[in-house]
Every structure is written in C-alpha cells, then in structure tokens.
C-alpha cells in the first residue's frame, strides 16, 4: 500500500494551529484602527497648521506630570506581567492595583490640564482650531484610558478568582499589550504638540 507525500503534507497543514490567539488578532486590528484615527487628526493638524491664522499654542505643563505617570504606569504592568509568569498572585494584585491607580491618577491629570487651558484661553469651541485640536486629542486619547481601565479592573477581578496565573496569562498579556500601546501612543501625542505648537 503505496502513501501518497503530497496529501499527507496537506493533512499536516491543515492541522496546524493558528500563530496568533484569535482574540490577540482582534485586538491588534483594534489598535491599528486606532492608529489609523490619530494618524489622520494628527495629519489634518499638520495642513491646518500651515493655513493662515494658525495661534499657537500653549501646552499645560499638566501634560509633563501626565507623562511621567504613563510610563509609571507601563513599569507596573510590566512588575504585574513578571509577578503572574512567578504565580506571585500577591504582588500580582498590588501591581495590577498600582497600575489602575496610575490610570485614574492620568485622568484627573487630564481633567487639571484642561483647567490650565481654559486659564490660557484656549477654548474648545475658541476662533482658532488649533485650540480645537488641543482639547480633542487628548480627550479621545481619554476615552481610551477608559476603555483599558475596564480591562484592567476585569483582569484584577480575575487574580483574585485566581483566573491570571503562570498558565493563564493570554488575558494579561492582552491587557498588558493595549495598556503599553496607550501609553506609547499618549507620548507620541505629547511629542507631537511639543514639536508642532
């Protein structure tokens, strides 16, 4: 009885796992749409910028304060990640705890920064887009830090129902991913207003 190569290297194939986890893909197609979103308003500020008019203008200093708790906050989850791969579940808790607490703390440092803006003059709904900009960007940018604090506090829920462990750590490493992907993205906006006032 003669086996034919090829239809056994086609059963072979068809028998190999995905590379990615399904629910990993998703959300990288999540954050490449994100990408994309700011990629386009950063662009639009760009040509609006190089229209007549333009003001310039002033970015809180709120903004610095911001930015050292998101790379803070990115140390945390990464003391988290390391903590569950060890199945330090105690630890694992206080990071996850710390890191939330980080986000929380650069929401109201949103919200104190948009109180400098409104002390500068520059309104949202002001004769000058640029101020526009200034407010939407970081607000959507927000919204988002909303989105991975849910995750957050759902994976923090789980620890406790010893659901994240050395052998569980897809959710993790899910949230982990998008909470760095914000943080990342948080610092190129920042950088970005620096470089173009």
Not at 2 to 22: G, R, W, Y
Not at 64 to 80: E, P, Q
């Amino acid at each position: 009885m003669s086996v034919d190569i090829k239809e056994f290297k086609i059963i072979e194939e068809a028998k190999k796992p995905l590379s990615m986890n399904p629910k990993k893909f998703a959300l990288w197609l999540f954050m490449m749409s994100v990408v994309m979103l700011f990629g386009a308003w950063t662009s639009a500020y760009l040509v609006k910028r190089a229209d007549t008019g333009w003001a310039e203008i002033i970015l809180p200093a709120q903004f610095w304060t911001n930015s050292v708790l998101v790379v803070l906050s990115s140390v945390t989850m990464i003391w988290a990640y390391l903590a569950a791969k060890r199945d330090n579940i105690q630890q694992l808790k206080i990071a996850l705890a710390a890191t939330m607490f980080l986000g929380i703390s650069f929401l109201v440092g949103q919200y104190m920064a948009y109180g400098e803006m409104v002390a500068l003059k520059q309104h949202l709904t002001g004769s000058n887009v640029s101020h526009s900009f200034l407010w939407i960007l970081p607000a959507v940018h927000g919204l988002h830090i909303v989105s991975g604090l849910v995750f957050l506090a759902i994976v923090f829920i789980n620890t406790f129902m010893f659901k994240v462990h050395s052998k569980s750590l897809i959710q993790l490493e899910m949230c982990a991913t998008y909470w760095h992907f914000l943080g990342g993205l948080w610092l190129y906006l920042f950088i970005f207003l620096l470089l173009n006032p």
